[in-house]
């Protein structure tokens, strides 16, 4: 029970990309396509969101200095101030320093602020404060600061709360971390523990597994979870994979069940409001699985492969569960599983020598 939480929470971010005709309940816009949207499931706040990736702006912050002890004009230049940018896909921290001026008096440590205020595309989050305690080169006595470690991540903060600078260095370096951005809540329900997310872009419908209550939801285009479950009573419900069937009025997904050791089918019904129709035991205690987690379907082809932390193994099986055998083994603790297709590289490149080849002719 303990591995399988530990493995869920390492998977705990699952992300999937939604295509225009899908989730998104922006109006129609003439024949331009609508901008995708970025949904994922955040199993540590319990939410479902999404954000448009090309909406991505520059954010920034100020940064500006105050009196503690240490005096502006006579401990360090007064009102040192700045503002930090991050262009779109910065994610790293960025860092500004401030000055100090070296006197001959001998004295105690002497601290002054730097505070972080008007952020934009983002908040300020803590610290949004760091004290600079000045260590006296003089003979004075000197106290080491106390540190805590807030942080509040996706937000704009220091590094940290507080930091030492001796008086003849002249200078100290900041570093301030930027501020995530903004992603907007998709589903406004806060759920358990939610992990895996599979789109029936057709049906405008998304499934959600919640491990925490063993339980799978399902949300409509606008974005409204149905507050009945789909499916409940599972163990620790992992990793959803899905393809719709030849007939789309019974479409299907397959899920794993890591605390059951199990792989299910789940039917649905499009009538209003979709329906499980039947959770069909595929592969359970006995097959060989111990705590399935990754599950990829391959629909065509009929076959699926699930990946098993437990066993070590990527198991693959047709798509009722049967002929299952360890397509590889002996993995220390494999997770996510996508079936890939790999594009037609040889032949693009052969027929492009050809082209040159005739061209020279
Ligand atoms: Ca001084
Ligand atoms: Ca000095
Ligand atoms: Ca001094």
């Not at 007064?78 to 960025?94: F, V």
């Not at 600061?145 to 030492?164: L, W």
């Not at 949300?219 to 979870?225: E, S």
């Not at 149905?226 to 397959?254: E, K, V, Y």
């Amino acid at each position: 029970m303990m591995a399988h939480r530990a493995l869920i929470a390492r998977g705990a971010l699952a992300l999937i990309l939604v295509l225009a005709f899908g989730m998104s309940a922006a109006p129609a816009r003439g024949h331009t396509d609508p901008e995708p949207l970025i949904v994922w499931t955040d199993a540590g706040t319990g939410k479902v969101q999404q954000t448009n990736p090309s909406s991505a702006t520059p954010i920034s912050v100020d940064f500006a200095t105050s009196d503690e002890e240490a005096v502006g004009g006579q401990d360090y230049p007064a009102n040192q101030e700045g503002r930090l940018y991050w262009q779109p896909g910065e994610t790293w921290p960025k860092q500004f320093y401030v000055l100090i001026y070296n006197d001959t008096v001998a004295e105690p440590e002497e601290d002054f602020r730097v505070t972080l205020s008007n952020p934009v595309g983002g908040t300020v989050g803590e610290p949004s404060m760091q004290r600079v305690r000045i260590r006296d080169d003089d003979g004075g006595p000197f106290t080491p600061p106390e540190s805590v470690h807030p942080d509040t991540p996706g937000t704009f903060r220091f590094s940290s709360d507080v930091s030492v600078v001796d008086e003849d260095a002249g200078v100290q370096i900041l570093t301030v971390l930027p501020a995530a951005n903004p992603a907007e809540d998709l589903v406004t329900e806060v759920l358990s523990e939610p992990t895996s997310l599979l789109v029936d872009a057709g049906a405008d419908v998304m499934y959600v597994t919640d491990p925490g209550t063993g339980t799978v939801y399902w949300v409509d285009a606008a974005g409204t979870m149905n507050p009945t479950p789909l499916i409940t009573g599972l163990g620790s419900p992992t990793d959803l994979a899905g393809a719709t069937d030849p007939d789309p009025l019974m479409p299907s997904f397959w899920l794993t069940d890591a605390e059951a050791g199990k792989v299910f089918r789940a039917d649905i019904s499009y009538n209003s409001p979709p329906s499980l129709d039947a959770l069909v035991e595929l592969l359970g205690p006995g097959s060989g699985l111990i705590g399935p987690t990754g599950i990829a379907v391959d629909a065509d082809g009929d076959r699926m492969w699930i990946t098993d932390p437990g066993a070590g193994v990527i198991w693959q099986c047709a798509l009722d569960g049967s002929g299952l055998f360890a397509l590889a083994g002996g993995l220390d603790n494999p997770g996510g599983i996508a079936f890939v297709i790999p594009e037609p590289t040889t032949l693009l490149l052969f027929a492009a020598g050809v082209l040159l080849l005739r061209k020279r002719r």
